[in-house]
């Protein structure tokens, strides 16, 4: 019987996952509540909203904690694991806090162009992650070090316009004011997602991994 001939097996996706998946996808859906919130304090102004996605981002970052954890306590990781947290981690710690940033003011052109660089960053830096990952594993199966920043420091951001969202220094109001460069506008708060865009990135940063 030939290759084309023979009967396709069918598996099914939720049999698939480990109870670690789950873990992982509630880190996403964190990360999207967050997402959601943000638009909704953007539409209408309710700042229980805009705190709402401040409290939901730290929840994803310890649900990406928790199914490392989960899965090394149970001995039991599905083929989806690695590529679920990858994912996972880019709509939490990628484009959640960009658009955290983009609700609370940074809307200018050029802020438009430095969060999607951000964002960009965080992406190849997973994917780099992923495939170098066996190449950096130990005896002992764990991988040494990481190369740039992990993309969940990007809550440090979060954290940076958390302050200024209850200190009321979003929107007009932003710290450092704007910039008008070119056709284009420019908010210098912003540059701190270039930065930690570029330090995700960087192959020259090894960070030991826990």
């Known amino acids: 019987m030939s ?6 097996k069918h598996f099914s996706l939720l049999r698939s996952l480990a109870p670690a998946d789950f873990i992982t996808l509630a880190n996403a859906a964190a990360g999207m509540g967050a997402i959601l919130l943000s638009m909704r304090y ?3 102004g309710h700042r229980i909203s805009m705190w709402g996605a401040f409290v939901l981002l730290p929840l994803a970052l310890a649900c990406d904690v928790l199914d490392g954890t989960v899965a090394r306590w149970r001995q039991r990781s599905s083929p989806y694991g690695a590529d679920l947290d990858s994912l996972a981690d880019i709509v939490s710690f990628g484009v ?9 003011g940074m809307r200018g052109g050029w802020d438009a162009v430095v969060l999607a660089y951000f964002v960009v960053c965080g992406i190849s830096r997973l994917a780099r992650f992923n495939v170098t990952a066996d190449a950096l594993m130990t005896d002992r199966g764990k991988v040494s070090h990481f190369e740039g920043t992990p993309i969940p420091t990007s809550l440090l951001l979060v954290l940076v316009l958390g302050i200024a969202f209850g200190s009321d220094r979003v929107g007009e109001a ?11 506008e420019l908010h210098p708060l912003v540059l701190m997602y270039a930065a930690s865009g570029s330090a995700m990135i960087t192959a020259t940063l090894k960070i030991p991994k826990p």
């Open 3 to 8: 290759d084309a001939s023979k009967p396709k």
């Open 96 to 104: 959640a806090p960009a658009v955290v940033g983009y609700v609370l």
């Open 174 to 184: 932003l710290w450092w004011g704007s910039l008008s460069l070119g056709p284009f």
């Open 42 to 44: 953007l539409e209408s």
